[in-house]
């Protein structure tokens, strides 16, 4: 199993920056996809982006719509890290955010394609 530890969730005010970062461990990381998934209480886990990699070279990425133009995921195979740019954020951006790992041959973007979670750093955004 892949270990996923995230980082870089805070405080910021509206329209402004973070980026995020998941360490990963304990596997092939060219072998996996990665997903940044956010939640709020009392809702389902929502995705946000994922990226995936062949060989040593950009598969593809894909975002939600709510965050397409704003958000930029990104990684450093050979660090095992990834990396989400969450650039103009609002309010309603908000929310605990996790890292997701899932085998690459496997497809879907629901956290139920997604075997291997981290814990999830807070990011709160204030008018």
């Known amino acids: 199993q892949v270990q996923l530890v995230e980082s870089g969730g805070g405080l910021v005010q509206a329209g402004g920056s973070l980026r995020l970062s998941c360490a990963a461990s304990?596997?092939?990381?060219?072998?996996?996809?990665l997903g940044w998934f956010r939640q709020v209480p009392g809702k389902e886990r929502e995705f946000v982006a994922a990226?995936?990699?062949?060989?040593?070279?950009?598969?593809?990425?894909n975002y939600a719509d709510s965050v397409k133009g704003r958000f930029t995921i990104s990684g450093d195979n050979a660090k095992n890290t990834v990396y989400l740019q969450l650039n103009s954020l609002k309010p309603e951006d908000t929310a605990i955010y996790y890292c997701?790992?899932?085998?690459?041959?496997?497809?879907?973007?629901?956290?139920?394609?997604?075997?291997?979670w981290g814990q999830g750093t807070q990011v709160t955004v204030f008018a």
């Open positions: 997701a790992a899932k085998k690459a041959v496997v497809g879907g973007t629901g956290p139920g394609d997604f075997g291997s």
């Open positions: 990226i995936r990699w062949s060989g040593s070279s950009i598969y593809y990425t």
């Open positions: 304990g596997g092939t990381f060219s072998r996996y996809a």
